[in-house]
């Protein structure tokens, strides 16, 4: 069975242009992306990560604004192209089509619980200490 892809590449078409779609695949499969997280439960959704700068030691913020009807809404990058668009977003987009899917939720887990019992004690509390005369 296939799977159901958060983004379509229709979205990519309709926000980025050929250059960058062709210059996104080298910083996708190099591993340039760092950090991606995703928050599908927003509308628009949102999309955020890091990714590398391919010639320099910088790394640049992305986050990218995603309707499910009408694809990509809005994207910045820290880059100096990054107000429009540029290919760090078209390469953070190519990842997430292939690792996050529509029915992806955010973990849960992560969230501490309330603490039942704020009463915290040390191991010393614990237990007891030994006596220093004490032989045995």
Same mark, same amino acid.
């Given at each position: 069975?296939? !799977?159901? @892809? ?18 996104? $695949? %080298?910083?996708? $499969?190099?591993? @340039?992306?760092?950090?991606?997280? &995703? ?8 999309? /955020?990560?890091?990714?590398? *700068?391919?010639?320099?030691?910088? &790394?640049?913020?992305? $986050?990218? @604004?995603?309707?499910?009807? =009408? ?6 990058? *820290?880059?100096? !192209?990054?107000?429009?668009?540029? @290919? ?5 987009? /190519? ?14 887990? %992560? ?7 704020? %009463? ?9 200490? !030994?006596?220093? =005369?004490?032989?045995?």
């Amino acid at each position: 069975m296939g !799977r159901k @892809h958060f983004l379509k590449l229709s979205m990519f078409a309709n926000f980025f242009d050929t250059k960058q779609l062709q210059r996104c $695949e %080298n910083a996708a $499969e190099s591993g @340039h992306i760092i950090q991606m997280a &995703t928050d599908l439960n927003k509308s628009p959704a949102i999309l /955020t990560g890091k990714v590398t *700068a391919s010639m320099k030691n910088k &790394t640049y913020d992305i $986050e990218m @604004h995603i309707d499910k009807k =009408d694809g990509i809404v809005k994207g910045t990058c *820290a880059c100096p !192209r990054g107000l429009v668009s540029c @290919h760090h977003m078209v390469a953070l987009c /190519t990842y997430a089509r292939d690792n996050v899917s529509v029915t992806d939720t955010q973990c849960s887990w %992560n969230i501490p619980k309330p603490g039942k019992d704020d %009463n915290v004690q040390t191991l010393e509390d614990l237990y007891l200490r !030994r006596r220093v =005369d004490y032989l045995a």
